[in-house]
């Protein structure tokens, strides 16, 4: 049908995770807004926006994004962010090998088998200094029921495709 609230169409909250720094909030910016700031602030507890993205199949999702800190100390409020998650969206950077064991354990901690969880290598565009190398990455997320994808929200590499392939996977409701 063409009616504003179609049946199908679907409401998705979606949690950021990751250590500090790895381009969290530049990766919901430049999904939400189609920009890059290189100067953006640190993100303190955690921001929400939303966004509606359109399916081939003329499905619309509408995605509620909840960008948290990935500081240590706001830790305890991660499932607050958590409840209600059809998503998570954990993040390293491909030139950190911290941030990405950093990865493992926000895996490990909040991984649901409820929800789609998504890894994400940001900072793509900086492949010269890349220390996470792919393969191990895929492998990871293969063991782990994860998608992989490498994104930069600096070229806007991947990044629909992050919330595309996202959206393909979120539970249909049962008509
Ligand atoms: P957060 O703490 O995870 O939310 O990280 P931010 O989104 O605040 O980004 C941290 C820093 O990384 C900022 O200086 C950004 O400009 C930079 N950054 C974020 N994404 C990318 C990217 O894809 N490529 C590059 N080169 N830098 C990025
Ligand atoms: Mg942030």
């Not at 179609?6 to 189609?34: E, N, P, Q, Y």
């Not at 602030?41 to 939303?50: E, R, Y």
């Not at 994104?151 to 959206?167: G, H, M, R, V, Y």
Request: glycine share 6%; net charge neutral.
């Amino acid at each position: 049908s063409s009616s504003a609230t179609d049946s199908k169409d679907l409401r998705a909250k979606l949690v950021l995770l990751g250590d500090s720094g790895v381009g969290k909030s530049c990766i919901v910016l430049r999904f939400v807004r189609g920009q890059f700031d290189p100067t953006s602030k640190v993100t303190v507890g955690a921001s929400f926006l939303s966004q509606t993205l359109a399916l081939e199949d003329s499905t619309i999702v509408k995605f509620e994004i909840w960008d948290t800190a990935g500081q240590e100390r706001y830790a305890a409020l991660a499932p607050l962010y958590y409840r209600g998650a059809a998503a998570a969206i954990v993040v390293y950077d491909i030139t950190s090998p911290d941030s990405f064991s950093k990865a493992q354990y926000w895996v490990k901690k909040h991984g649901s088998p409820g929800i789609v969880m998504v890894l994400v290598g940001n900072k793509a565009d900086l492949h010269e200094n890349r220390s996470v190398s792919s393969q191990d990455a895929q492998e990871y997320a293969e063991k782990n029921n994860m998608f992989f994808i490498e994104t930069s929200a600096k070229t806007a590499d991947n990044i629909n495709q992050l919330f595309e392939e996202i959206a393909k996977r979120l539970p249909r409701p049962t008509a």
